[in-house]
């Protein structure tokens, strides 16, 4: 089932020259805001000459510093007056900062016809009941895919973040058939289901969009078998707009990103060079359609990698594989890259924890020192301490080969680590300080 058929499984070499075509007009207007007119002219005004699409890689990158710098923030981007403005949304501000990006009409429109899409390709339609279950205001998640959901006829109910009782009223009393949730919330709101006295497999919710956080493959399947849902993943980011970049469509072997209104990179973040298709790199965007706030050659700062080759629904628009997470979610210990979804990967593969965890930092006598925090699964402790080591160093034998270094590993009780209302927390680092 598409949204938008004609443009979804457009030919490779039309959506190609659509492409082109958009990029040169996103160049023409890029050039009008303060910001590019000095980073893209020469002395004359004209915009970059660009040939194909494959010259995009002579422009120079766009980073987050840029958008949040004194002498940028908050209007150096913009390419249209004041006055064409109609929205303001900005980033979660999880490394810094947050970005703020202006919509005009046109942008809010582009962005609700990108959401439709998604939506579609996860079976939403105007029969659903639609709860969305994300932070309303300046994040995206809780707006953006609300007009999306209006606009493919979806009963909306803009339930917003938190407030886990409530939650689970509005859907039982409305009979929510599908919902938007950030990952760790859906494996957390199953507890307070529990003690309401009921389980979410008995109610009518058949699909869940999960977003805004990393989250593993295993993660996905534990919050299928709590729910009785099928799950998919939805990629996005403030500066692209929020929800609707990239989803999962029913073949779930990778995310389609919308060609039409992106141009799609993958570089190698340290030397910055373009990787060859298929390897895992950082995720660079262009906008092709945006209006008030073009964004040429974005760093998102994302790994994943990319494949143009074909997918099975149709649709012709490339894949990204999940996003394992971003260049600055790396943590360097004894001299070690470790990514925290390396840690939630071998943890999960031990049905007795929980899916809650924390890594901790901490330096003694000038040594890093790493310690796993992982809550038990409710129900499989039952003081046996000799059970309770064997599976503590197991777990910690597999960290080893899978991060090469071994960290102490703390099993702690259901229910006793810290949850944010938002993006989940997965690392505390208590280095400095
Ligand atoms: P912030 O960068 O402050 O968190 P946003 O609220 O705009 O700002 O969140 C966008 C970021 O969230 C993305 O750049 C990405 O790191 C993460 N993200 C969003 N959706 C997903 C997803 N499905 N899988 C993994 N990471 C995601
Ligand atoms: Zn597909």
């Known amino acids: 089932m598409f949204w938008n058929e004609e443009i979804e499984t457009l030919a490779r070499p039309e959506l190609e020259r659509l492409q082109l075509r958009r990029l040169r007009q996103t160049l023409e207007r890029a050039v009008r805001s303060p910001f590019y007119r000095r980073r893209l002219t020469g002395r004359g005004e004209d ?45 979660s501000g999880t490394t810094g900062r947050p970005t703020t990006i202006l919509h005009t009409r046109g942008d809010l429109d582009s962005w609700t016809e990108l959401v439709a899409r998604c939506l579609t390709m996860a079976g939403v339609t105007a029969s659903d009941v639609f709860q969305n279950m994300m932070g309303y205001g300046l994040f995206t998640g809780g707006l953006g895919l609300h007009y999306g959901a209006e606009r493919v006829g979806a009963l909306t109910i803009p339930a917003g973040a938190g407030n886990s009782r409530k939650q689970i009223s509005l859907m039982r009393d409305f009979s929510t058939t599908a919902i938007h949730i950030i990952p760790s919330y859906a494996l957390r709101l199953p507890s307070t289901f529990e003690n309401m006295g009921y389980d979410p497999r008995d109610l009518p919710v058949r699909t869940a969009i999960l977003g805004a956080e990393p989250h593993s493959d295993t993660i996905r399947r534990r919050i299928e078998a709590l729910w009785g849902l099928k799950a998919f993943n939805s990629y996005g980011l403030s500066e692209m707009n929020g929800p609707g970049v990239a989803f999962e469509c029913e073949c779930q072997e990778g995310l389609h990103l919308w060609e039409d209104s992106y141009l799609v990179e993958i570089i190698d973040p340290d030397t910055l060079a373009p990787l060859p298709e298929g390897e895992r790199g950082e995720l660079v965007l262009t906008t092709l359609t945006r209006e008030g706030m073009p ?47 390396q840690v939630e990967r071998v943890l999960m593969r031990f049905s007795e924890i929980g899916s809650n965890y924390l890594i901790v930092l901490t330096r003694e006598e000038r040594v890093d020192q790493m310690t796993v925090m992982a809550e038990l699964e409710k129900g499989f402790f039952r003081g046996d ?14 960290l080893r080969g899978e991060i090469l270094i071994t960290p102490r590993v703390e099993l702690v009780e259901a229910g006793s680590l810290p949850v944010a209302e938002g993006k989940a927390i997965r690392v505390e680092d208590r280095r400095n300080g």
């Open 47 to 91: 915009p970059p000459r660009i040939e194909s699409l494959e010259d995009v890689a002579s422009l120079p990158f766009t980073t987050k510093d840029d958008l949040r710098s004194d002498e940028n923030y908050p209007y150096g981007f913009l390419t249209v007056d004041r006055e064409q403005l109609v929205r303001l949304h900005s980033s």
């Open 295 to 341: 964004l040429v050659r974005y760093r998102t700062q994302d790994l994943t990698s990319a494949r143009r080759d074909h997918c099975p629904c149709g649709r012709t628009h490339l894949r990204i594989d999940r996003i394992t997470g971003r260049t600055d979610d790396m943590l360097i210990i004894k001299g070690v890259n470790i990514y925290p979804i």
């Open 385 to 398: 301490l000799a059970s309770l080591e064997g599976l503590r160093s197991r777990i910690a034998n597999e």
